[in-house]
């Protein structure tokens, strides 16, 4: 009867891979995680694992940096649709 639980990890790791790209997301705030330092960077020596972990780090920079991007200007088109509605609501602007 006793289920067997997924680490915490894990679950994580299925809750970002859930999140739709900014091509699908509905207009709203889209989180920008941003990427944790691998922390075998100060570890005593460097192995493999540990070039894969900064070469991965690296792109996740890359990906955050867009998501940035993207968020930004959505907030920026928010904030002029809203300007907007408001000129049309105070007839500072001629709207149909």
């Known amino acids: 009867m006793s289920r ?3 680490p915490a990890a894990a679950t994580v790791i299925i ?3 859930s999140v739709p790209s ?4 509905p207009s709203g705030f889209n989180f920008c995680a941003a ?3 691998p922390v075998c960077i100060d570890a005593p020596e460097a192995t493999d694992a540990c070039e894969w972990e900064v070469q991965a780090f690296i792109k996740a920079v890359f990906k955050y ?3 940035l991007d993207k968020e930004s200007e959505r907030a920026v088109r928010g904030a002029n649709d809203a300007l ?3 000129k049309c609501r105070s007839g500072a602007l001629q709207c149909r």
């Open 22 to 25: 900014f091509a699908e997301a």
């Open 35 to 37: 990427p944790a330092r």
């Open 65 to 67: 940096r867009t998501c």
């Open 84 to 86: 907007e509605a408001w």
């Open 4 to 6: 067997a639980r997924r």
């Open 15 to 17: 809750f970002f891979s």
